[in-house]
């Protein structure tokens, strides 16, 4: 079956310091997402991106972050200078369409020190 | 604020019994509804999607929907030690302006003892 792969699986870090976090969607799907779940609370949705640009975006997603689909295949979360409170697993996600549920990865669980 | 409100349990239900879990949504225009497992440490994995109103049957799941009442349900049969894990509840408001973003509860823990 099809799936959604993250790498790294984990990732620690130094506040102030960049990190990317990479996701290759599933290879026909449309739609991309990314979340996140601090630990012990509700998983977030931080962005959607549909052809090729933002779609949609939360209030967690400031100008800290960005994403790229610099290939047909790759997709990445950029945080540009990390702070203790981004310390979460990150979740990306693919679609067909909006309109379904999506397939998760395994996740990038970030730690920032 | 769309909210997704779940109880977060955690639910304890003998092995073989009926596990039933609830979920409301405040959002009337939301369209679609997903029963999301997530093991700990692991990524929601989708298990079940229901779009209109009444149950929909999935092996030992079975997905309950009131658009009405603004509450969707899951039941699992025949509860199995391997069903304990974080049931999230999912919302999509796709066909407004969303581009099927997921509004989750915080999830309601269950625990299948033997």
């Known amino acids: 079956e099809p799936e959604v792969t993250q790498t790294p699986s984990h990732q620690v870090t130094q506040m102030g310091q960049e990190v990317i976090l990479r996701c290759v969607p599933i290879?026909?799907?449309?739609?991309f997402y990314w979340y996140r779940q601090i630990l012990g609370q509700k998983v977030e949705f931080l962005v959607s991106?549909?052809?090729?640009?933002?779609?949609?975006k939360s209030e967690i997603f400031d100008d800290q972050f960005s994403v790229e689909r610099p290939d047909g295949s790759n997709f990445t979360l950029k945080i540009r200078s990390t702070k203790l409170e981004d310390s979460a697993m990150y979740f990306c996600a693919s679609s067909r369409d909006n309109y379904y549920g999506y397939t998760f990865g395994s996740g990038t669980r970030l730690t920032v020190v | 604020q769309k909210e997704v409100e779940q109880n977060s349990g955690p639910l304890s239900v003998p092995e073989g019994a009926i596990a039933s879990l609830n979920c409301t949504y405040s959002d009337r225009v939301s369209q679609s509804f997903f029963w999301y497992r997530q093991y700990s440490g692991k990524s929601p994995e989708l298990i079940m999607s229901i779009y209109s109103n009444g149950d929909k049957e999935d092996g030992r799941f079975t997905a309950q929907l009131n658009k009405a009442s603004q509450y969707v349900s899951l039941l699992i049969r025949d509860s199995q030690p391997s069903d304990s894990a974080t049931y999230l509840c999912a919302v999509n408001d796709a066909g407004g302006t969303s581009y099927g973003k997921l509004t989750f509860g915080q999830g309601t823990i269950l625990t299948v003892h033997p």
């Open positions: 290879s026909n799907h449309l739609y």
């Open positions: 991106f549909y052809n090729n640009e933002i779609s949609e």
